[in-house]
């Protein structure tokens, strides 16, 4: 049985830090490439960040410079660090392993950006 969990969502102000972490089961994780995607209220689903198998990331233009996507395949984890966080961030960030709508999905996790 596949899953994935995510952690580490939460209530942040403007500016602040906060680190998602997706627990993966079920699949052998080194060899799936990993993704983060979020969705805000009313809008469509987006990828915000991308790891694959050798190491490479992509981001979104809107994140870049202040999300870093990591994975420890030894311990079967992707994690984002988002740092400088702002408004438009708030949404509920979910972990997806295969990048791909198909793929396997976590439950997400909320993020909240407010002051």
């Known amino acids: 049985q596949v899953q994935l969990v995510e952690s580490g969502g939460g209530l942040v102000q403007p500016g602040g830090s906060l680190r998602l972490s997706c627990a993966a089961s079920?699949?052998?994780?080194?060899?799936?490439?990993m993704g983060w995607y979020r969705q805000a209220p009313g809008k469509q689903r987006e990828l915000v960040a991308a790891?694959?198998?050798?190491?490479?990331?992509n981001y979104t233009d809107s994140v870049k410079g202040r999300f870093t996507i990591s994975r420890d395949n030894a311990r079967n984890r992707a994690y984002l660090q988002m740092n400088s966080l702002k408004l438009e961030d708030t949404a509920v960030y979910y972990c997806?392993?295969?990048?791909?709508?198909?793929?396997?999905w976590g439950q997400g996790t909320q993020v909240t950006v407010s002051s």
């Open positions: 790891i694959f198998r050798d190491g490479s990331t």
């Open positions: 079920g699949i052998r994780f080194s060899i799936y490439a």
């Open positions: 997806n392993a295969g990048i791909h709508a198909n793929g396997y």
